[in-house]
């Protein structure tokens, strides 16, 4: 019998073979073109989220602070309350593990109201513990979630102690003025450091006292310390990092200097550094 007569042509062996193995290749190319492509939607989440959260974050930390010291009557009851940092070891017990606080008199009765106290500081409000936490404020209500995945604050100062309006200064190594950013080293509540160690005018790893990995900038000691009253700007640096488990494929190489803190993670998280400058418009205006 002939299965094939010759004007009634079909499939050889062969050429179904080609057939299925093309086939074949074009499926495999397909789900590989598909799977990149989800690969690549899932790191624009989580960067738009990081984004998103940074945004957020900035913004509201920025409307906040601005109130600090807002005292319409002058009564002299109102500032900043609390410099205080969170940071690599530091557990600082100061109304549970503060940033900053300070008091604004919102209702405008020159009195300090139980909720015009407001407490920023890095809380984890979900059950998993970890190095990953939230950014949280405090009106005296209890901890409220700002901002999530929130992986260190820092916050430096100026201030303006000679009382002329202006921020006050040191002299760089390189001749130039530049404005002091300090941080409350022991927690005193008065200023003592400022974070360019080396008086170069930048703020960064090289400040620090070692290699400049996972450790605290000891900063310059200030010629005298200066008190709270006198801060009139807030320098802020949130490294925000994504909140999904661990990509594999990234790896994060990067150096973060966030406030006094050095940090390098070298682990898979992506994560973003931001910083900002609030001005104290309300402090200072009794003087
Ligand atoms: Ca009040
Ligand atoms: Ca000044
Ligand atoms: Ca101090
Ligand atoms: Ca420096």
Request: aromatic letters at 8%; proline letters at 2%; a negative charge.
């Amino acid at each position: 019998m002939d299965f094939h007569p010759k004007n009634k042509r079909g499939f050889t062996l062969v050429e179904l073979m080609v057939v299925v193995a093309v086939s074949g290749l074009v499926v495999i190319a397909i789900m590989g073109a598909y799977k990149t492509q989800k690969r690549i939607m899932n790191v624009q989440d989580v960067v738009s989220d990081i984004q998103q959260n940074v945004r957020t974050s900035v913004f509201t930390l920025t409307q906040d602070i601005r109130m600090a010291g807002y005292d319409p009557t002058l009564s002299g009851g109102f500032g900043i309350t609390f410099v205080g940092f969170r940071d690599l070891n530091d557990n600082n017990s100061v109304a549970g593990n503060s940033a900053f606080q300070f008091t604004a008199d919102y209702d405008r009765d020159g009195v300090l109201d139980g909720n015009e106290t407001i407490t920023f500081s890095l809380y984890e409000f979900g059950a998993a513990a970890g190095t990953i936490t939230d950014l949280a404020r405090n009106n005296g209500g209890g901890r409220q979630l700002l901002a999530e995945n929130i992986q260190a604050i820092g916050l430096a100062y100026a201030y303006d102690v000679d009382n002329n309006k202006a921020l006050d200064t040191y002299t760089t190594t390189a001749g130039t003025q530049q404005v002091i950013w300090a941080i409350d080293s022991d927690n005193d509540g008065t200023m003592d450091r400022r974070l360019d160690t080396n008086g170069d005018g930048a703020i960064t790893n090289v400040d620090g006292p070692g290699a400049g990995l996972n450790e605290l900038i000891a900063g310059a000691a200030l010629a005298t310390p200066v008190a709270m009253a006198d801060v009139r700007a807030v320098r802020i640096w949130l490294l925000v990092a994504e909140s999904a488990a661990e990509h594999s494929e990234h790896y994060d190489p990067n150096t973060y200097v966030v406030g006094r803190q050095i940090l390098t993670p070298r682990d898979n998280l992506r994560r973003r550094l931001v910083e900002t400058t609030v001005q104290c418009k309300n402090m200072g205006l009794n003087e």
